[in-house]
Protein backbone atom coordinates (compact mmCIF):
# COMPACT_ATOMS: atom_id res chain seq x y z
CA UNK A 1 0.00 0.00 0.00
CA UNK A 2 2.79 2.26 0.59
CA UNK A 3 4.46 1.68 -2.45
CA UNK A 4 1.40 2.37 -4.50
CA UNK A 5 0.55 5.84 -2.48
CA UNK A 6 4.14 6.98 -3.52
CA UNK A 7 3.61 5.96 -7.24
CA UNK A 8 0.71 8.15 -7.19
CA UNK A 9 2.24 11.15 -5.14
CA UNK A 10 4.98 10.53 -7.53
CA UNK A 11 2.38 10.76 -10.26
CA UNK A 12 0.66 13.65 -8.88
CA UNK A 13 3.45 15.55 -9.00
CA UNK A 14 4.38 15.09 -12.56
CA UNK A 15 1.19 15.80 -13.51
CA UNK A 16 1.51 19.55 -11.59
CA UNK A 17 5.03 19.80 -13.22
CA UNK A 18 3.71 19.06 -16.78
CA UNK A 19 0.48 21.49 -16.12
CA UNK A 20 2.74 24.11 -15.23
CA UNK A 21 5.01 23.59 -17.94
CA UNK A 22 1.99 23.58 -20.64
CA UNK A 23 0.52 26.78 -18.63
CA UNK A 24 4.11 28.91 -19.37
CA UNK A 25 4.10 27.52 -23.08
CA UNK A 26 0.36 28.68 -23.65
CA UNK A 27 1.20 31.92 -22.08
CA UNK A 28 4.18 32.28 -24.38
CA UNK A 29 2.01 31.32 -27.33
CA UNK A 30 -0.68 33.77 -26.93
CA UNK A 31 1.88 37.21 -26.14
CA UNK A 32 5.21 36.64 -27.23
CA UNK A 33 7.30 33.55 -26.80
CA UNK A 34 8.10 29.88 -25.14
CA UNK A 35 11.10 27.65 -25.95
CA UNK A 36 13.71 25.94 -24.69
CA UNK A 37 17.55 26.50 -24.88
CA UNK A 38 19.75 23.37 -25.36
CA UNK A 39 18.80 20.97 -22.41
CA UNK A 40 19.26 22.69 -19.57
CA UNK A 41 17.38 26.20 -19.87
CA UNK A 42 14.34 27.59 -21.25
CA UNK A 43 12.85 31.54 -21.58
CA UNK A 44 9.25 32.98 -21.29
CA UNK A 45 9.07 36.00 -22.91
CA UNK A 46 5.95 37.81 -22.89
CA UNK A 47 5.11 41.34 -24.50
CA UNK A 48 3.71 43.58 -22.86
CA UNK A 49 4.75 47.19 -22.02
CA UNK A 50 7.43 49.70 -22.77
CA UNK A 51 9.75 48.45 -19.63
CA UNK A 52 11.34 45.13 -19.65
CA UNK A 53 11.96 42.92 -16.54
CA UNK A 54 14.42 40.46 -17.18
CA UNK A 55 14.22 37.76 -14.71
CA UNK A 56 16.62 34.71 -13.93
CA UNK A 57 14.69 31.54 -11.95
CA UNK A 58 15.01 28.08 -11.80
CA UNK A 59 12.89 24.90 -12.78
CA UNK A 60 12.63 23.48 -9.15
CA UNK A 61 11.18 27.19 -7.53
CA UNK A 62 8.82 27.69 -10.66
CA UNK A 63 7.61 23.76 -11.56
CA UNK A 64 7.43 23.23 -7.90
CA UNK A 65 7.76 25.53 -4.94
CA UNK A 66 6.20 28.49 -6.64
CA UNK A 67 2.42 28.96 -5.23
CA UNK A 68 0.99 30.20 -8.56
CA UNK A 69 3.31 28.56 -10.76
CA UNK A 70 4.38 31.27 -12.38
CA UNK A 71 8.24 32.69 -12.72
CA UNK A 72 9.58 35.55 -10.73
CA UNK A 73 9.15 39.01 -11.60
CA UNK A 74 5.52 37.94 -13.38
CA UNK A 75 3.97 40.50 -11.14
CA UNK A 76 5.30 42.99 -13.06
CA UNK A 77 3.72 42.11 -15.89
CA UNK A 78 0.19 42.06 -14.00
CA UNK A 79 0.80 45.39 -11.67
CA UNK A 80 2.16 47.59 -14.00
CA UNK A 81 2.02 46.26 -17.45
CA UNK A 82 5.69 45.58 -18.21
CA UNK A 83 7.33 43.04 -20.43
CA UNK A 84 9.12 39.94 -19.17
CA UNK A 85 11.73 37.76 -20.57
CA UNK A 86 12.13 35.13 -18.04
CA UNK A 87 15.34 32.32 -18.27
CA UNK A 88 14.71 29.34 -16.33
CA UNK A 89 17.54 26.59 -15.44
CA UNK A 90 15.90 23.28 -15.12
CA UNK A 91 19.42 22.71 -13.28
CA UNK A 92 22.04 24.25 -11.02
CA UNK A 93 24.27 25.71 -14.56
CA UNK A 94 24.65 28.71 -13.40
CA UNK A 95 23.18 29.77 -16.58
CA UNK A 96 26.65 28.60 -17.66
CA UNK A 97 26.00 27.33 -21.44
CA UNK A 98 26.73 27.73 -24.71
CA UNK A 99 22.88 27.80 -26.14
CA UNK A 100 22.43 30.54 -23.65
CA UNK A 101 24.78 32.97 -25.15
CA UNK A 102 23.65 32.12 -28.92
CA UNK A 103 20.04 32.86 -27.39
CA UNK A 104 21.13 35.96 -25.96
CA UNK A 105 23.32 36.99 -29.21
CA UNK A 106 20.67 36.36 -31.47
CA UNK A 107 18.52 39.02 -29.17
CA UNK A 108 21.58 41.60 -29.12
CA UNK A 109 21.77 40.95 -33.41
CA UNK A 110 17.63 41.93 -33.59
CA UNK A 111 18.00 44.84 -31.35
CA UNK A 112 15.63 43.05 -29.06
CA UNK A 113 16.29 45.29 -26.40
CA UNK A 114 16.65 48.18 -28.09
CA UNK A 115 12.79 48.01 -28.04
CA UNK A 116 12.30 48.88 -24.84
CA UNK A 117 12.25 52.19 -23.25
CA UNK A 118 14.06 50.75 -19.73
CA UNK A 119 14.99 47.21 -19.29
CA UNK A 120 15.75 46.12 -15.63
CA UNK A 121 17.63 42.57 -14.87
CA UNK A 122 16.39 41.01 -11.54
CA UNK A 123 17.71 37.88 -9.71
CA UNK A 124 17.48 36.55 -6.28
CA UNK A 125 19.43 33.83 -4.71
CA UNK A 126 23.42 33.34 -5.21
CA UNK A 127 23.04 31.42 -8.82
CA UNK A 128 20.52 33.99 -10.56
CA UNK A 129 21.31 36.62 -9.17
CA UNK A 130 24.78 36.15 -10.85
CA UNK A 131 22.76 35.28 -14.14
CA UNK A 132 21.38 39.03 -13.64
CA UNK A 133 24.18 40.48 -13.00
CA UNK A 134 26.21 38.50 -15.77
CA UNK A 135 23.88 38.95 -18.35
CA UNK A 136 23.36 43.03 -18.30
CA UNK A 137 25.53 43.88 -20.94
CA UNK A 138 23.32 42.53 -23.47
CA UNK A 139 21.46 46.36 -22.65
CA UNK A 140 23.98 48.63 -22.02
CA UNK A 141 22.20 50.96 -19.50
CA UNK A 142 20.15 48.77 -18.14
CA UNK A 143 19.52 48.67 -14.28
CA UNK A 144 20.00 45.21 -12.58
CA UNK A 145 18.47 43.95 -8.88
CA UNK A 146 20.36 41.47 -7.15
CA UNK A 147 19.58 39.75 -3.92
CA UNK A 148 22.65 37.47 -2.13
CA UNK A 149 24.72 36.99 -5.85
CA UNK A 150 27.78 35.47 -6.27
CA UNK A 151 30.28 37.41 -8.36
CA UNK A 152 31.91 34.42 -9.93
CA UNK A 153 32.71 30.71 -9.15
CA UNK A 154 36.43 30.78 -10.58
CA UNK A 155 38.94 29.42 -8.13
CA UNK A 156 41.25 31.89 -8.87
CA UNK A 157 39.08 35.15 -8.48
CA UNK A 158 36.99 33.24 -5.52
CA UNK A 159 39.09 31.40 -3.23
CA UNK A 160 37.34 32.21 -0.69
CA UNK A 161 34.00 30.69 -1.59
CA UNK A 162 33.24 26.89 -0.38
CA UNK A 163 30.17 26.35 -1.41
CA UNK A 164 28.80 25.26 -4.43
CA UNK A 165 31.57 22.72 -4.78
CA UNK A 166 29.64 20.91 -8.07
CA UNK A 167 30.03 23.59 -9.82
CA UNK A 168 33.62 24.06 -9.43
CA UNK A 169 34.47 22.48 -12.99
CA UNK A 170 31.95 24.94 -14.39
CA UNK A 171 33.61 27.92 -17.05
CA UNK A 172 33.93 30.74 -15.32
CA UNK A 173 36.30 32.39 -17.90
CA UNK A 174 34.81 32.85 -21.07
CA UNK A 175 31.78 35.07 -22.19
CA UNK A 176 29.34 36.38 -19.63
CA UNK A 177 31.96 34.91 -16.70
CA UNK A 178 32.71 37.18 -14.35
CA UNK A 179 29.54 39.54 -12.96
CA UNK A 180 31.27 42.49 -11.80
CA UNK A 181 32.52 43.18 -15.17
CA UNK A 182 29.89 42.52 -16.78
CA UNK A 183 27.32 45.36 -15.20
CA UNK A 184 29.35 47.76 -15.85
CA UNK A 185 27.74 49.10 -18.25
CA UNK A 186 24.61 49.16 -16.31
CA UNK A 187 23.05 52.12 -15.56
CA UNK A 188 22.88 51.09 -11.70
CA UNK A 189 23.86 47.67 -9.50
CA UNK A 190 21.52 47.81 -6.60
CA UNK A 191 23.16 44.40 -4.46
CA UNK A 192 21.05 43.40 -1.67
CA UNK A 193 23.69 41.12 0.71
CA UNK A 194 24.03 39.80 4.32
CA UNK A 195 27.19 41.85 5.93
CA UNK A 196 26.85 39.48 8.69
CA UNK A 197 27.74 36.24 6.01
CA UNK A 198 30.98 35.88 5.37
CA UNK A 199 30.67 34.51 1.55
CA UNK A 200 27.87 36.93 0.89
CA UNK A 201 29.60 39.99 2.06
CA UNK A 202 33.13 38.42 -0.02
CA UNK A 203 31.08 38.47 -3.35
CA UNK A 204 29.40 41.52 -2.67
CA UNK A 205 33.21 43.32 -2.26
CA UNK A 206 34.40 42.22 -5.80
CA UNK A 207 31.71 44.65 -7.63
CA UNK A 208 33.46 48.20 -6.67
CA UNK A 209 31.84 50.22 -10.00
CA UNK A 210 30.50 53.73 -9.29
CA UNK A 211 27.16 51.80 -10.34
CA UNK A 212 26.71 50.20 -7.74
CA UNK A 213 24.70 50.22 -4.57
CA UNK A 214 25.58 47.90 -1.66
CA UNK A 215 22.96 47.48 0.58
CA UNK A 216 22.97 45.29 3.56
CA UNK A 217 20.22 43.37 5.23
CA UNK A 218 22.17 42.06 8.35
CA UNK A 219 21.14 38.29 9.45
CA UNK A 220 18.64 37.69 6.06
CA UNK A 221 21.53 34.77 5.44
CA UNK A 222 19.76 32.95 2.47
CA UNK A 223 16.16 33.58 3.42
CA UNK A 224 16.86 37.14 2.40
CA UNK A 225 14.27 36.07 -1.00
CA UNK A 226 11.68 34.78 1.59
CA UNK A 227 11.90 37.84 3.40
CA UNK A 228 11.57 39.92 0.82
CA UNK A 229 8.34 38.23 -0.37
CA UNK A 230 6.42 39.59 2.61
CA UNK A 231 4.43 42.58 1.61
CA UNK A 232 5.43 42.57 -1.67
CA UNK A 233 8.75 44.11 -0.40
CA UNK A 234 10.44 42.33 -3.66
CA UNK A 235 8.44 43.97 -6.12
CA UNK A 236 8.66 47.31 -4.57
CA UNK A 237 12.50 47.15 -4.68
CA UNK A 238 12.67 46.09 -8.38
CA UNK A 239 10.42 49.31 -9.18
CA UNK A 240 12.40 51.26 -7.19
CA UNK A 241 15.81 49.85 -8.86
CA UNK A 242 14.02 50.24 -12.31
CA UNK A 243 14.79 54.34 -11.59
CA UNK A 244 18.45 53.14 -10.65
CA UNK A 245 20.49 52.18 -7.62
CA UNK A 246 17.97 52.07 -4.89
CA UNK A 247 19.93 54.35 -1.19
CA UNK A 248 19.88 52.87 2.38
CA UNK A 249 16.65 54.91 3.45
CA UNK A 250 14.81 53.86 0.69
CA UNK A 251 15.92 50.55 1.06
CA UNK A 252 15.12 50.44 4.69
CA UNK A 253 11.40 52.06 4.26
CA UNK A 254 10.74 49.13 1.34
CA UNK A 255 11.70 46.72 3.97
CA UNK A 256 10.35 47.96 7.09
CA UNK A 257 7.09 45.99 7.05
CA UNK A 258 8.75 42.55 6.29
CA UNK A 259 11.55 42.51 8.23
CA UNK A 260 8.96 43.15 10.94
CA UNK A 261 7.29 40.41 10.33
CA UNK A 262 9.14 37.56 8.99
CA UNK A 263 9.52 35.03 11.74
CA UNK A 264 13.21 33.84 10.37
CA UNK A 265 14.43 36.92 10.54
CA UNK A 266 12.94 38.12 13.79
CA UNK A 267 14.56 34.80 15.40
CA UNK A 268 18.21 35.55 13.82
CA UNK A 269 18.26 38.88 15.66
CA UNK A 270 16.83 37.55 18.86
CA UNK A 271 19.50 34.72 18.66
CA UNK A 272 22.57 36.95 17.52
CA UNK A 273 21.64 39.48 19.94
CA UNK A 274 21.90 36.84 22.66
CA UNK A 275 25.44 35.44 21.64
CA UNK A 276 26.35 39.34 21.64
CA UNK A 277 25.59 39.50 25.35
CA UNK A 278 22.47 41.98 24.90
CA UNK A 279 19.81 39.86 26.54
CA UNK A 280 17.21 42.60 27.04
CA UNK A 281 17.29 43.19 22.96
CA UNK A 282 17.09 39.48 22.72
CA UNK A 283 13.98 39.53 24.74
CA UNK A 284 12.46 42.39 23.05
CA UNK A 285 12.93 40.44 20.02
CA UNK A 286 11.32 37.39 21.29
CA UNK A 287 8.49 39.33 22.95
CA UNK A 288 7.73 40.81 19.15
CA UNK A 289 8.06 37.33 17.45
CA UNK A 290 5.58 35.80 20.08
CA UNK A 291 3.04 38.74 19.19
CA UNK A 292 2.73 37.84 15.92
CA UNK A 293 2.45 34.23 16.03
CA UNK A 294 1.68 30.74 18.44
CA UNK A 295 5.56 29.67 18.30
CA UNK A 296 6.94 27.58 21.07
CA UNK A 297 10.84 28.87 20.45
CA UNK A 298 9.72 32.55 21.32
CA UNK A 299 7.59 31.83 24.18
CA UNK A 300 10.33 29.63 25.75
CA UNK A 301 12.94 32.34 24.47
CA UNK A 302 11.11 34.89 26.71
CA UNK A 303 10.85 33.08 29.83
CA UNK A 304 14.61 32.59 29.77
CA UNK A 305 15.33 35.77 28.58
CA UNK A 306 13.22 37.63 31.14
CA UNK A 307 14.24 35.63 34.18
CA UNK A 308 17.93 36.45 32.83
CA UNK A 309 17.19 40.12 32.68
CA UNK A 310 15.67 40.32 36.03
CA UNK A 311 18.32 39.06 37.74
CA UNK A 312 21.07 40.80 36.02
Excluded at 11 to 37: D, K, Q, V, Y
Excluded at 227 to 241: C, E, F
Excluded at 246 to 257: H, L, M, N, Q, S
Aim: charged share 20%.
Amino acid sequence: MNDGGNRSSATNHRLGRAARLARLAEIGRNHGFFRRIGDRHSALYVDEGDTLLVTFDTAERVLQKSPDGLPQGFGAVERWEWSLLNIMASRQSWFRDGSLYEFFDTLVDNDFFERFDRVVFMGVGPMCGYGALAYSVVAPGANVLAVNPVATLDRDAAPFEQRFRNAWRLDFRSRYGFAPFMSEAAEGVTLVYDPTDPMSAAHAALFQGNNVSRLKLRHGGMATGALLSVNSALMKLVSAAAEGPVGPAEFARITRTARRNFLPYIAALMTRADQMGHPKLALMAAEHGARLAVDGRFDRAVSVLRGRTEAA
